[in-house]
């Protein structure tokens, strides 16, 4: 994409056409996400199919997509003790088939990602206010999100030996607002932390292929903080069992309730 977005910038917020899903893939998933964490194309047309009208994508004045949301809908008693983990509600294969409840009560935002030309520009902020239309749309009790705290992998650089997930969640800064940029947006439009969502995502990978990923991406942000345990520059670090041979990526993310108006 060779233009960048500006305030002039007219966001649309529709619902995906399959023809779409390519594009999406190779310009904001693969781009965006480490390789280890790309959802397969796959899974996004399976999550298409299962629940059209929550897969929300944004698409600018010419049509072309610049931001997405994945959203599941399930049964949730409200009760944070009877929360799942991301990688409960999304399934496996993660298509949301095994997990969708098309008369569920609960709305539940699984990942959203914004073009990079086309962030700071209210592109997350429509998205969030279109679940939070479709939550009303349904008579849905609850709209919540397993949230993935994006400076987190930065701050972990900065602060060698951190490791307490949710307290870096809840800092705030003077503003009251979370130190988090991800966090922050999400605060100001009505989010509220429910609790630590442990082990949202774990990814098993051959040492080899975890050697790949650490000589390929971002080679400078990996240190080995631990004897087979590696920061990666992420939310998430690795674990390496050497007898297995197995490198396992596991990542934390902060479930979060949005009010609903
Ligand atoms: C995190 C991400 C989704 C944010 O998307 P975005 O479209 O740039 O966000 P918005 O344009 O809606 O928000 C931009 C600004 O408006 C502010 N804002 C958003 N909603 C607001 C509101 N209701 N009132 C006042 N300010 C608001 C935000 O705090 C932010 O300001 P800041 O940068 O000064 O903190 C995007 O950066 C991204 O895709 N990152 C990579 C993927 C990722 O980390 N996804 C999240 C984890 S699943």
Redo the contacts with the bound molecule.
Sequence with gaps: MNERGNQHTTVEVGNWDIQEVPYVYSELCVK?WAPWMVAPMDSIIGRVNVFTEGQLLARNEKKIPI?YAFINQINWNGQNQDLKSWREIAGEPTTFEDTYSPDGNTLVLM????HSD????????KLIENAKSLANRHDIDFLIGS??P?QYGAFKIDNPGFSDFEAYCRMVKNDGLPID??L??LT??GMRIIKEDTEAMIGNFSVDEFNNFRANYNPSSWVETEPNIWECGEVGRWIIDPNTNIASYIENAIWGQIELN
């Design positions: 965006n931001g990942s959203i990602n914004v086309f962030r700071g520009i209210g592109v997350a902020r949230f993935r994006n940029e991800w922050r947006n100001l439009n």
